[in-house]
């Protein structure tokens, strides 16, 4: 009789042993007993009786969960692959196991789905320029169609958008293009202030008749100090201008003709020889 009484102790202290568990504090076990959901326990020492109640563990760590690359064609009927990634977590584990089948194979379909969707309704250039704006319209879609399975979407970025080669070798002509562009407006700019600086110049070294002299004189020091062995001297025009006057004047004096009336006209007496 004893040792009936030993073994249905023995036999009653393994199931009771055997029903107690232990969850880490990010864990939680959704309670199923004789089929029915008696919610989510944890974290710490749990007790579930075997054969009439079982539990499924659910992590509250966040993950980030890789979108494989998608094929995508844009508005402006550009194909690209974009690839993602998604960081979520599990807010309800209660709907997360009752709401959907696998909740991490069911959000990373919606992802892809969402993703091609999005994309295939941007430009290509707001989807270069405007990726912050693309990543909050995804967040807001899919965590909006989660939230009934009871998952949080924390981010979703998008990784890397791959372009053709023929698209690669239009934007570099393109950006080739845009900074010839500005190098040619600043070098525009840079001339028209320097003409405008030597403007103000030429106005006061006018307006002063000892600057062009004291210019003059800088101008001769700095050929000078580069050790040349050709020294040039400018001359100033005005010191020619009397002369150029002249040979215009001779230029435009019309000559005396041979003939008047058709006669020759008397030459010029000759002057006698002194003596003569």
């Known amino acids: 009789m004893d040792v009936v009484i030993t073994a249905v102790l023995g036999v009653l202290a393994l199931y009771l042993f055997g029903g107690l568990k232990v969850l880490r504090e990010y864990e ?4 199923f007993f004789l089929g ?16 009439f109640a079982k539990t499924q563990q659910v992590s509250l760590r966040v993950v980030a969960l890789d ?19 998604l960081y979520m977590r599990v807010k309800e584990p209660v709907k997360a196991v009752i709401g959907v089948e696998n909740y991490l194979y069911a959000t990373s379909q ?15 250039d707001e989807l270069l320029m405007n990726r912050e704006k693309i990543n909050a319209i995804l967040k ?8 009934e399975w009871g998952v949080e979407v924390s981010a979703v970025e998008v990784k890397d ?3 053709p080669p023929e698209m690669k070798r239009a934007m570099a002509r393109q950006a080739e293009a845009e900074r010839e ?37 800088q101008t001769v020091t700095e050929i000078a100090s580069e050790n040349n062995s050709t020294t040039i001297f400018p001359l100033p025009l005005d010191l020619f201008r009397g002369f150029l006057e002249s040979v215009t004047k001779r230029a435009a004096a019309p000559a005396l ?20």
């Open 110 to 124: 919606l992802a892809q789905t969402t993703l091609r969707s999005v994309l295939g309704e941007t430009e290509m």
């Open 28 to 31: 939680r076990a959704v309670y």
């Open 140 to 147: 807001n879609i899919i965590d909006k169609r989660t939230e």
């Open 181 to 217: 562009r500005r190098a040619k407006i600043i070098n525009a700019e840079g001339e028209l202030q320097a003409s405008e600086k030597l403007a103000q110049a030429a106005h006061i070294i006018g307006s002063e008749p000892a600057a062009i002299q004291l210019r003059y004189l």
């Open 161 to 163: 958008v791959d372009l």
């Open 67 to 85: 979108i494989p690359p998608q094929d995508v064609i844009t508005r402006d009927n550009i194909s690209i692959k974009v690839n993602a990634v």
């Open 257 to 276: 003709p041979e003939k008047a009336s058709g006669e020759a006209l008397p030459a010029a007496p000759r002057k006698t020889e002194a003596g003569a």
């Open 36 to 51: 029915r959901s008696w919610g989510a326990k944890g974290p710490g020492l749990i007790y579930v009786p075997p054969l």
